[in-house]
């Protein structure tokens, strides 16, 4: 049975780092290789070296277009503005893509829908099977509880994450305002700073913390009159990522046009 090549957009990261180690060890799956930005210090590295599973003979290389068409499916996890031409890039040559990047603006995200009108592409803010587990359930509770309660969600993760939010947290608002049947983005509150006034009854309020090397956590309150129920997902390492990242990709080659999530992957 022929191996699914896969290839891995920015594989000098740590998630592209581990992204190789999971391909390489994955049963019915192939390296098709990997890329990092022009001028990087990764090229021309072996890329089993640079993932530490030893020697490949594959050198990191600087042309994502080729890795494109070399692979039966590519994996990114780089930056909104890379993954948007990655997008468009995998869509004018029929290749499928996974996308684990966050943080995209409003243009990158429709970016990425118009390519999936031509290829399958998995767009998951979160590729832990946790995580989409606690999607659904966020969801439930929020349909079964009265707008009385408060939502608040906060996360963590390591100093060098650059967007805020997390995906992650504003996928759970997300859930929690598709379970109340309203518009997330009338009722999300990003931040709040200096004399905000009373919190808005239906309000979706969002803490973001960042330090040390913390993988990930997502904390989902509900605060109710005299009592609160929250739901917690901590994850403590990233190699959770990456295998449900290269469980996508397996999945995904050969599925009709259109853009999936996790939730489609693992058959929730």
Same mark, same amino acid.
């Given at each position: 049975m022929a191996?699914?090549?896969?290839?891995?957009?920015?594989?000098?990261?740590?998630?592209?780092?581990?992204?190789?180690?999971?391909?390489?060890?994955?049963?019915?799956c192939a390296l098709a290789g990997g890329c990092a930005k022009p001028g990087s210090g990764y090229i021309n590295q072996d890329i089993g070296e640079l993932a530490g599973v030893g020697r490949?003979?594959?050198?990191?290389? *600087?042309? @994502?277009?080729? =890795?494109?068409? %070399?692979? +039966? &499916?590519?994996i990114e996890f780089t930056t909104p503005g890379a993954t948007a031409t990655h997008a468009a890039q995998a869509a004018g040559l029929g290749r499928a893509m996974v996308i684990g990047t966050t943080g995209l603006s409003v243009e990158e995200g429709d970016g990425v829908r118009q390519a999936a009108r031509r290829v399958p592409i998995v767009w998951?803010?979160?590729?832990?099977?946790?995580?989409?587990l606690l999607l659904g359930l966020v969801e *439930?509770? @929020?349909?079964? =509880?009265?707008? %009385?309660? +408060? &939502?608040?969600?906060?996360?963590m993760h390591h100093r060098g994450k650059v967007d805020a939010p997390s995906g992650t947290a504003l996928a759970l608002g997300s859930a929690v305002a598709a379970g109340r049947e309203v518009e997330f983005e009338g009722v999300k509150q990003?931040?709040?700073d200096g004399i905000t006034g009373p919190r808005r009854i239906g309000d979706i309020g969002f803490a973001a913390l960042r330090g040390g090397d913390a993988v990930g956590d997502h904390h989902v309150v509900f605060a109710g009159a005299g009592?609160?129920?929250?739901?917690?997902?901590?994850?403590?390492s990233r190699s959770i990522y990456?295998?449900?990242?290269?469980?996508?990709a397996r999945w995904v080659v050969g599925r009709p046009p259109g853009l999936y999530g996790l939730k489609e992957v693992l058959g929730l």
């Open positions: 191996r699914t090549k896969m290839g891995v957009v920015g594989c000098g990261g740590r998630m592209g780092r581990m992204l190789v180690a999971e391909i390489v060890a994955s049963e019915g490949l003979g594959i050198s990191v290389g *600087d042309n @994502a277009e080729k =890795l494109i068409r %070399d692979s +039966d &499916v590519v998951a803010p979160n590729m832990s099977l946790g995580i989409n *439930d509770v @929020a349909s079964r =509880l009265g707008p %009385d309660w +408060d &939502v608040e969600i906060m996360e990003r931040a709040r009592e609160r129920l929250e739901l917690i997902h901590r994850a403590t990456a295998k449900g990242a290269v469980q996508a």
